[in-house]
């Protein structure tokens, strides 16, 4: 209820769950009458925690309005704020001021209401008011206009607060309504404080209010803090004073932080909460009759968790794997001490964690192969950060049950496409290298020496690539050999001697080196070659080069490759022309026309690729054979890529 009106808009019923009229949860409200009213709101607060300004004149210059009438504190509760964004935070705030009634003079009194005295010496002790009487003239209160408020604006100012008359159109000194709002043209966007009457009237269906229309255009304010109906002089000051406490603590350091769920950390929908506690702990109006209507008269604009920026954000500094496995139920993250850690995964919250600056074990549930986990962490004051984190099939197998009879070390790994090879040094009656192979991503393995029986041989390193292993190892002769040898499909090569010029040659190293084959660098131990490297390369090998998508090979990805492998499989047409080796199947199959990425080009990939040509789906790859190239898959006439 209202007392000087029968009707009242108001949310704070809903909060109110002990009827006190103060409120039990933080409320906020959206006032979109239409989808493009919506769409520019929630876009303006999107934009603003992911991308927010980096302006220093936007930080630095917050616009403080007000009207000067002798009788009200519309004056003293301005100043109380300005001196504070001055003292308290270092800022240079941009005044615009008018006179409604009365005269200001130097030494004159800040108002003639009641409690005046109280209030300006608590000011004055905390630090905000430079004096306990006014310290400007008449003509110091009286330049404020409509093009000083949107020229405030349009240069950036990260808060604008109003403290005058208000209507359901706009404010009353300095005069600025829902018209003056079309000279507004500023991309940096405020939060606004229009703590007056009437300015927050949602409910009106013939007109649009001033917090509507400031909320709803392009630019225009981020959020408002704004009463539905007449509002009442100081229960309102000593109401916006507490939503400056809620924000910034050292406001009023002798007033207690309130019990409030979440930190405070310049959220105005919390402050609309906490200043209505912070007037009801007050005496100062002596009018306390209109403190409970004051608790439904003011709502918050905007998102109820939304966070301004009171300065340039900086950096947040987070660590977390790239990858994580299929099935693992625990994410590590570090991040900041009191940051906010959210992993979501297909729009959903998977788990939430507050930062401590070191590590911290987030429990999630269990993810497939191919999903993506998102790393959200926001802090208030620091730009957003957000990663995304691959889902991966997890760790191989465990090779540990490999049997190798007798003491083994000096291992070395290597891995192809689905082909693990695995050597050893094993010390027997002779020195042997041991081989352990695996061509179905390490579930199975067989054992084999290298077959190179007329020497001992040791220190075998191994690489992988389209189905051929190569292996450069020593051979224990005098003097000491180099040698390589290469399998495919099983089938061992004749070694090759790569130590040229015959230095005692240890710790060999190989590499694929592309369609050059192989490289092969060792150490040459003789007294004559000490302390020198040699390279010998090693002509073998070959590589799996496709467009993926790109059916019919002619470097593009459109819908007559959907036609090409039709008629591929109708048996009307030839085959593709790109192929890559599976190891695992001993065969080679079309990589170019498997898009569902399942290692096999069937018909599904064809229905596969029309999802993907409309936007409906992205490309994936055989993951034993990525391609060379990225994917370029056209539709509507754009080129995208697949994750």
Known sequence: ???????????????????????????????????????????????????????????????????????????????????????????????????????????????????????????????????????????????????????????????????????????????????????????????????????????YSSRQSFTEKFHRISGGALGLNAATRISYSFVNDVFCWGMYDCMWPQFDPNYPIINSVGYQNLRPAFANSYGKYYLAAHSWPYNTEHKSVTYGLFHHHGDPFMTIYAAIPETLTVVHDATIGAGQTVFTVTANDSSIIALTAGGEIYGVAEGTGAPVNIAIPSLSTGDTLIVTVT???????????????????????????????????????????????????ILNSRISQSNDGGLTWTNAFLDDSTIISHSAKVISSEGKIGVAYLANQNPRQGRFIQSENGIWSTPTMYSDIEPIA??????????????????????????????????????????????????????????????????????????CYLDSAGIYYYAAGDVNGNCEFRGSDITTLVAILAGHAQPKYCHWNPPVLPPRIKHNQKAIKSE
């Not at 936007?58 to 309005?65: D, F, K, Q």
């Not at 709002?181 to 991309?187: I, Q, R, V």
């Not at 003789?526 to 390279?535: G, P, R, T, V």
């Not at 467009?547 to 008629?567: C, F, H, K, P």
């Open 379 to 429: 802090k208030a004051g620091y730009r957003r950060y957000s990663a995304r984190v691959a889902v991966t099939s997890g760790a191989l197998t465990p090779i540990t049950q490999i049997p190798l009879s007798a003491e083994a070390k000096s291992t070395a790994i290597a891995a192809g496409h689905d082909t693990i090879i695995c050597a050893y040094d094993q010390q027997g009656a």
């Open 506 to 579: 240890v710790r060999p190293a190989v590499e694929f080196l592309g369609d050059d084959g192989y490289g092969v660098v060792y150490i040459g131990e003789n007294e004559q070659y000490l302390a020198k490297a040699f390279f010998d390369r090693l002509a073998v090998g070959g590589g799996c080069d496709y467009l993926l998508g790109d059916i019919n090979g002619d470097n593009e990805v459109l819908a007559s490759d959907v036609t090409y492998g039709v008629r591929f499989f109708k048996g009307l047409g030839t085959q593709p022309p790109d192929s």
């Open 1 to 203: 209820t209202h007392p000087d009106v029968t009707r009242m808009a108001s949310d704070n019923w809903y909060a109110d769950f002990n009827s006190d009229g103060l409120p039990e949860l933080h409320i906020a409200r959206i006032c979109a009458k239409t989808q493009a009213h919506l769409s520019t709101i929630i876009n303006k607060m999107l934009n603003y925690e992911r991308n927010p300004p980096i302006h220093a004149g936007y930080y630095n210059n917050p616009l403080v309005a007000c009207g000067w009438q002798t009788e009200r504190w519309f004056q003293l509760c301005s100043e109380v704020i300005r001196g504070f964004l001055i003292t308290g935070l270092g800022k240079t705030p941009v005044k615009q001021y008018k006179i409604y009634s009365g005269t200001p003079t130097i030494g004159g009194q800040w108002s003639t209401a009641t409690n005046t005295a109280t209030v300006v010496n608590y000011w004055y002790n905390v630090g905000w008011l430079p004096s306990t009487t006014n310290q400007n003239n008449s003509s110091w209160w009286n330049t404020g206009t409509a093009t000083g408020i949107n020229n405030a604006i349009n240069a950036g100012a990260f808060l604008v607060q109003h403290r005058d008359h208000g209507a359901v159109e706009g404010w009353g000194e300095p005069s600025y309504d829902t018209s003056s709002l079309n000279g507004l043209d500023n991309s940096l966007l405020p939060y606004v404080f229009t703590t007056n009457c009437e300015t927050g009237y949602f409910d």
